[in-house]
């Protein structure tokens, strides 16, 4: 099968966004068919094909939200390119700018569009807003995803039974939905993988002891992802469990705050701020933890969870559909309601080591299912539901050979 990914976010740019189609990208490839890329510019406005990698990239404007950057719906330059690639199937990951661009090369060249759903845009609205107009903005935010999802994609992937209940409940979309939860290499982050001496060589850098108790958070430093709620949880323990330390991998618009933060609570010895690290680098920081933790409500899947359950690191995170369909309570991790409860759910494993070895385990087991393989074959089923009773008209090749035939019969 010859499918075309159309997204605004790719490597080298990190995010969850980002990961889910370079884990697509992979388990489609492994399973021997090609794929091939549409997607943003980040470093100029220079339109770059890499051939021997199949991607086309597309220069775009900043538009404020991180690194984002917005192209035209409909650049020229790529449009040949994509026609010789005699697509069978365009899997659009974003709604917009290249999203457009997908709907457009879909309806143009009668090809199937598969969309996935990744983020929750109401979650988002104050970056462009700051506060004012929010419940109009939300509801235009319903209106464009509604008409992008449902009006204009053949088959819709969402990957969290949150993104599900807001498809189905809120938006009232009865179109068939379906949930695939995005899958992860999950090889990358097996303990074994790493050298003891390599992770004893990162805790040197850090400041990190052999018997400090590390709590890891993993991801964009905003707001939106609560981290704040893990700082000041930290008073807490630090006061009960003088080497319980939080380690803060990654960087974000709210960096600097969440530092000053730190600082203000005289916790500079007990929070690590990393700041951002390499992509081909992070699965060594899972490898410091004791636990894993996150509070943020506002993701679709939270892909940084199932890395950490991959790496045997059992997961305390907020009770949010995102995470609950995932972390078992008391079987894989804990999931908390509050602060209090965070704090009791982190001194229960400081205090029963055996229990957190236990739990562990049992995450490693639980990430499996998130495997490259799995993520990719479920994927293809929904290629292919988007593809059951397609026929496409026959090219000119097609129909050269057809008249030989005919004439040879003849």
């Not at 905003?222 to 949880?233: G, N, Q, R, T, Y």
């Not at 199932?306 to 991790?333: H, I, Q, T, W, Y």
Request: hydrophobic content about 35%.
């Amino acid at each position: 099968m010859r499918i075309g990914i159309f997204t605004d976010t790719y490597p080298p740019y990190i995010n969850g966004v980002s990961t889910s189609i370079a884990m697509l990208e992979k388990g489609l490839r492994e399973k021997g068919h090609e794929v091939y890329i549409v997607t943003v510019n980040p470093d100029n406005m220079e339109y770059k094909y890499e051939e021997n990698d199949h991607i086309i990239r597309i220069p775009g404007i900043p538009i404020g939200i991180y690194d984002y950057r917005l192209t035209g719906i409909y650049p020229i330059r790529a449009i040949n390119k994509i026609k010789k690639w005699n697509l069978d199937i365009i899997h659009s990951h974003t709604e917009f700018g290249i999203g457009t661009f997908a709907r457009i090369i879909a309806k143009q060249y009668d090809i199937p569009l598969v969309h996935t759903y990744h983020t929750m845009y109401e979650d988002y609205v104050y970056y462009i807003t700051k506060g004012y107009f929010d419940k109009s903005s939300k509801k235009i935010v319903e209106y464009l995803t509604k008409f992008y999802c449902d009006k204009t994609t053949k088959e819709l992937i969402v990957p969290s039974k949150k993104t599900y209940d807001l498809f189905t409940q809120k938006y009232k979309v009865e179109k068939t939905i379906h949930l695939v939860p995005t899958g992860i290499d999950t090889e990358r982050f097996y303990k074994e993988k790493f050298k003891e001496s390599a992770i004893d060589s990162i805790r040197d850098e850090l400041g990190i002891k052999k018997d400090d108790f590390v709590i890891l958070y993993v991801g964009r430093l905003a707001h939106e992802k609560s981290v704040d709620f893990l700082i000041k949880a930290q008073v807490d323990l630090v006061k009960k469990y003088p080497n319980c330390k939080l380690v803060v991998v990654g960087s974000g618009p709210d960096y600097e705050n969440f530092l000053e933060l730190s600082e203000s609570l005289k916790l500079a010895n007990n929070i690590i701020f990393t700041n951002a690290i390499p992509y081909d680098e992070v699965p060594s920081y899972y490898q410091l933890a004791n636990i894993f933790a996150t509070a943020s409500t506002t993701e679709t899947q939270g892909l940084t969870v199932v890395e950490a359950m991959a790496a045997s690191k059992p997961v305390v995170c907020v009770n949010d559909e995102s995470f609950n369909c995932v972390v078992v309570d008391g079987l894989n991790g804990h999931l908390f309601e509050n602060k209090k409860d965070y704090i009791g759910c982190v001194s229960d494993l400081i205090e029963h080591p055996q229990k957190c070895a236990k739990l562990a385990g049992q995450a490693r087991i639980a990430a499996e299912k998130y495997s490259l393989k799995y993520y990719a074959e479920q994927v293809l089923d929904v290629y292919k539901a988007a593809l059951a009773g397609v026929k496409k008209e026959p090219g000119l090749f097609d129909k050269l050979i057809h008249a030989v035939k005919k004439s040879d019969d003849e």
